[in-house]
């Protein structure tokens, strides 16, 4: 895309108390993930297991595909271009620590315009950061 910036939103390093095979059954599979997005921000969900899609306030419908996953370490997502009108890439990071101590780290690449960078920044940031607050809070 010309004019585009290749820019990465981290999350801070979160802690669950969960095993990592626990997190990752639960996070690789789409009919779970709502669970872990802003309920407020998120409604019309639709999932399989390796695809979603939903209305995010105040930008429309998105959806998500899984197009990696690495057992217990990664899963990689990637926008689906047929509801998404920007293109990006989520990867969940876990690493196990010890068996009910796992590490999680979200990182989000939209991969837009420069110019839609500022706009859009602190609302990745928030997602993902609300992505580790929900994952350190959850029983799964």
């Known amino acids: 895309m010309e004019g585009s910036l290749n820019m ?4 801070k390093i979160g802690k669950s108390t969960s095993n990592d095979v626990k997190i990752y059954n639960f996070i690789s599979n789409f009919h779970n993930f709502k669970e872990l ?5 998120v409604s019309g969900w639709e999932a399989s ?7 995010v306030d105040p930008l429309g419908r998105t959806g998500l595909m899984i197009v990696e996953k690495e057992p217990h ?6 926008s689906d271009p047929e ?7 989520i990867w969940i990071q876990l690493k196990k620590v010890a068996d009910n101590d796992t590490r999680v780290k979200v990182t989000i690449e939209p991969l837009v315009n420069k110019m839609l960078l500022p706009m859009l920044k602190i609302p990745l940031q928030k997602l993902a950061d609300s992505i580790i607050k929900k994952v350190e809070g959850f029983d799964f």
């Open 37 to 41: 997005l802003p309920a407020d921000k």
């Open 49 to 55: 297991e390796d695809k979603c899609s939903f209305n």
């Open 73 to 78: 370490k990664l899963i990689k997502m990637a």
């Open 8 to 11: 990465k939103i981290e999350s």
């Open 83 to 89: 509801f998404s009108s920007y293109q990006f890439n």
